[in-house]
């Protein structure tokens, strides 16, 4: 927790050494704009910038609580926060005097991390007095709870929504261009860096429309945060009728849920098959469609009907299917559609993109009339695998008009790439659809890598972040519900251990049989934890500090890895006990288990 940088003795340069010290994996401004002017050092943004990987800027009044925006925003900023010091990373929180808005926000991390709020407060408070100004401000850390959701399907949720529109804000600019075009304006080697207009990219229609099925999807969420899935396409239907009527009307600043966004009233190049099946009432059904079109007007914009874990990826696959007939009537377009909501759905469970293609072939080949689709995603594939350069490979795909031929472009490019810039450039820079194909390889790729991955400068200056981040966070808050009650009762079976293992006077072989007995019962051995949660846990092992600040996520799959190492008897449950890692882990679980109560 920190004062402004450069309000010391010392200025600027003194504190910036400070900071470098400190060496912050990311840093949180919360001054507003015009403070930063009123003290002299209006270039201060620019340089914290330069000092840590990310830096987070979240202003809100001084002494006062955040607003409405900042609350929708931290559902990406607050997440990436948490993963960092998860990580045992290091950030640093500054507003104009250290107090106040910085003990706010650093004692709301704590909460969310699980630390029962009294002890977040009087932890902050301790470290910084009055870090805590006011009752309002203390209210509202009071009003936060623990998060529970595993941060890795956070951030896949949060990847595919805003990969997918920074992939779409950066097709956009050049979607009916020519590939001549394109080399013409912006180098011999396309578009390679978004298009800023007022310091914002603005996202198309592709954007719009996932932002209203991802509303329609949640709308068949009941108050208990329960989806009944039988509701969903026709949610999804009156969804896609109130985002028509913003390409009609004007903004009303009484309008509610994604509509109260002007930004969303913009028209941005709606495709014409899209437009007229609304103006018609949007009624088509997979049994009876309403036209033949294979535009990729479905495809693009159903890819959160698989953000849900309360969704499986076979039922993800017919709901966007159904969802895309309410427009779209030729199966390519359909099942391109559902391909791509079933592939998502694989992708935020964390399965691998090979393994999730695989399934999504699978599903397509099942499929009446899907061989159009399986054969362009095969394709895509088999290309990805070669040495082609992609100039010639895109052409053979298509152009990313047709349904189809969109999917196959966004999975050549998210399989080719090593990095999300790399996959977006390769969607867009081709003569067709550029905007719809690279939208696509970006929610793939967000899918798959989780938002990390996504420019931070990119995402950013997205003109629809609010927006986005609402919808992220309510998409997350639904799978804290759905978790809520299995971790407690997790929490509760592994917690009396911190008393047995630190107390008890059994013998060391009783307790471990118990233990072993105990996390087996109730499921805190996870069949899908493995070896790409070595390192996470290898860290745990190895760090008591970072048991003391482990989600319950990280628990389950310490405990899993334990009792596997242990399967043939060498030692390590016997080392744990007697080391205090498995009392540690029992005490972490009695603290998160209060969290969570509260």
């Not at 007229?276 to 914009?301: E, F, K, Q, Y």
């Not at 391109?336 to 079933?342: S, T």
């Not at 008009?401 to 998210?414: D, M, S, T």
Request: aromatic share 4%.
């Amino acid at each position: 927790m920190s004062a402004c940088p450069g309000s010391g003795p010392g200025g600027l340069e003194a504190d910036r050494a400070v900071v470098e010290a400190f060496r912050p994996d990311a840093i949180v401004s919360l001054m507003e704009a015009h403070e930063y002017g009123l003290m002299g050092c209006a270039d201060l943004p620019a340089a914290l910038s330069r000092l840590a990987a990310r830096r987070y800027d979240l202003p809100f009044r001084r002494a006062g609580v955040p607003t409405a925006r900042f609350d929708r925003i931290w559902a990406y900023a607050g997440h990436g926060l948490r993963q960092t010091l998860r990580g045992g990373g290091r950030v640093l929180i500054h507003c104009h005097s250290g107090a106040g808005r910085t003990g706010l926000v650093a004692a709301r991390l704590l909460v969310e991390l699980g630390l029962p709020v009294d002890d977040a407060i009087a932890a902050v408070c301790s470290a910084r007095p009055r870090a805590i100004e006011s009752v309002a401000q203390s209210q509202y850390v009071r009003a936060r709870r623990a998060h529970l959701t595993d941060s890795g399907v956070a951030s896949r949720i949060l990847g595919c929504l805003l990969g997918g529109a920074t992939g779409d804000a950066f097709g956009y600019p050049i979607e009916f261009l020519s590939m001549d075009q394109v080399r013409e304006r912006h180098g011999p080697d396309g578009l390679v860096e978004p298009r800023l207009q007022g310091g914002r990219t603005a996202v198309s229609d592709d954007t719009q429309m996932t932002l209203f099925t991802a509303e329609g999807l949640l709308a068949a969420v009941d108050e208990d945060l329960v989806l009944h899935q039988d509701r969903v396409t026709g949610r999804v239907r009156r969804a896609y009728l109130e985002w028509f009527r913003t390409q009609r009307e004007e903004w009303t600043s009484h309008a509610a849920g994604l509509s109260q966004y002007r930004e969303l009233w913009a028209p941005r190049a709606p495709g014409s098959t899209c437009l007229t099946a609304l103006a018609a009432g949007a009624r088509g059904t997979v049994d009876a469609p309403i036209n033949d079109s294979r535009g990729c007007g479905a495809v693009m914009r159903v890819a959160p009907l698989g953000l849900l874990p309360a969704i499986d990826p076979d039922q993800a696959f017919r709901l966007g299917e159904e969802a895309a007939a309410l427009t779209h009537g030729h199966p390519s377009a359909r099942l391109a559609a559902a391909a791509l909501a079933g592939l998502v759905r694989d992708l935020v469970a964390e399965g691998t993109l090979d393994s999730a293609l695989d399934r999504m072939e699978a599903r397509l080949d099942r499929a009446d009339q899907g061989e159009e689709v399986l054969a362009a995603v095969r394709l895509a594939r088999a290309l990805a695998g070669d040495d082609t350069p992609a100039s010639q490979v895109l052409p053979t795909l298509g152009q990313g008009w047709h349904g189809h031929e969109a999917l196959a472009i966004g999975v050549y490019a998210a399989l080719k790439a090593r990095t999300f810039e790399e996959a977006v450039r390769l969607a867009a820079n081709h003569d067709g659809d550029s905007d719809s194909t690279a939208s696509i390889a970006g929610q793939i790729w967000g899918a798959c890598h989780g938002h990390e991955d996504v420019p931070q400068a990119w995402i950013e200056a997205l003109d629809v972040l609010e927006p986005l981040c609402d919808i992220g966070g309510q998409l997350i808050a639904c799978i804290d519900a759905d978790d809520a009650g299995e971790v407690r009762r997790r929490l509760a079976v592994l917690a009396p251990f911190a008393r047995r293992a630190a107390t008890s006077s059994e013998a060391c072989s009783e307790v471990i049989r118990d233990f072993v007995q105990a996390v087996q019962a109730s499921d805190w051995v996870a069949s899908s934890d493995g070896a790409q949660q070595a390192a996470e846990v290898e860290r745990l092992l190895t760090d008591p500090r970072a048991i003391q600040r482990a989600s319950h996520v990280q628990l389950r799959r310490l405990a899993t890895a334990i009792v596997r190492k242990d399967r043939t008897s060498d030692g390590t449950l016997e080392r744990c006990l007697r080391s205090g890692r498995i009392s540690a882990m029992a005490r972490r679980a009695e603290a998160l288990l209060v969290a969570v109560a509260a």
